[in-house]
């Protein structure tokens, strides 16, 4: 397909407002899917979430938030539901596994680790989008679609056709949107794979916990964990490589329990059985004119450390206000192109570390002696906060041109006069933060805010940071500021 350059769109005050049903089409209603949708609505985008499935899946997998997804909760006003749900953990142990105290004084007043079900923390996002008036169909699955300079015409499997303005494919690692598209996916398939399940055992708990402990020494891949209501969480290398279509068989469980423990626990009453590989992939572009890819559909790794939902998420929040901007009509040129700039590095460095960690997870005598000596460097401060910042994603920094260390980063939730500046950011506006009160933004006041406040705890005299919260600008003269909000937010209103 053709890759046209796109700038600024007609908004939706012009002559002829509504020349398609959609602003947005967004295939797949994972997290990646609802929090995107969400964050187009917070500008009145006219969203549609497409999700091929009817129900939610029938099992419950618990997924990690780590401290910059938590962040991002905190900047949208919805962490306090989400911690409802779930199950606040130490920042520690998330690289290959390697049990290490959190360092003191982590750069976030949410530094923990949210344990939370995958199937709540969907449900609650996609409450959030539809809340803000976005549209959710279910059992509606993305067959073809074409695209040309004014929008995108998506074909359904039912026969329906749908015009939206953009396209993007937020439907996982077998993304139809990606492979329609023609983007390429170049990577490394699966060499190794692992069952998981949940299930209950027949064996007392001190037994289990006995084998786990003796075999977790070495073994990083393996282990059963209490789960509630007499169940167990089981994860176990499996024998192979097989289909991924087709999901794995209690015999299949007992077979490897007992080729690696020498026993199978009895295990029996699956409530549900799948498999994961460790495969590692990156899509070669995140856009090709109209249509766009994030979450799985654009990259794809092992889970371990507990990345790729946290990766997703983050992709969606650093591509929605700026897709929201070019259908506005205020976009600079080329904004939406900074999407796959700055976000396909943070991807390539994630399938980095997941490479490094599944190495480290290998039985192998190499492995295991590179594992005992990063377990001993990671008795260093900075080598064990390096791995934790990594892993949590507070260590990122876009590259916005020369200027102090903190420019390009984002911005811990500090305190303002008005209480927690995250609570200032929960309309996915820009802020401008003014320590000196002798700023403005002017005719950029539709969208971005301005809170005079000498008290904020900074360290510089004021700063501009993006709707994402990374910092834009840091200074005190009006003109400088003036400049950088037209590179950000286009030219200011008449």
Known sequence: MNSPQFTAEPSPSDADP???????IIAGCGPTGAMLAAELRLHDVRVLVLEKETEPAPFVRIVGLHIRSLELMAMRGLLDR???????????GFFAGISKPAPEGLDSAHAYLLG???PVIVRLLEEHAVQLGAQVRRGCAVAGFEQDDEGVTVDLADGERLRARYLVGCDGGRSAVRKLLGVGFPGEPSRTETLM???EVGVPQEEVAAKVAEIGETN???WLRPFGGGAYSVVVPAAGVGDRAEPPTLQDFKQQLRAIAGTDFGVHSPRWLSRFG???RLA???RVGRVLLAGDAAHIH???GGQGLNLGVQDAFNLGWKLAAQIRGWAPEALLDTYQTERRPVAEDVLDNTRAQMELHSTEPGPQALRRLLTELMDIDEVNRRLIEKIAAIDIRYDFGDGPDLLGRRLRDIEVKQGHLYGLLHHGRGLLLDRTAHLTVGGWSDRVDHRADPTAALDVPCLLLRPDGHVAWIGDDQQDLDAHLSRWFGKPAN
Not at 18 to 24: A, G
């Open 284 to 286: 070669e572009r995140y």
């Open 197 to 199: 399940g949940e299930m």
């Open 82 to 92: 989400v911690l409802e749900h779930g199950r606040r953990r130490p920042a520690a």
């Open 116 to 118: 939370i079900p995958h």
């Open 220 to 222: 990083k891949r393996f």
């Open 18 to 24: 509504y020349p398609v049903p959609y602003d947005v």
């Open 278 to 280: 460790d495969a590692t």
């Open 302 to 304: 092992p889970p371990t």
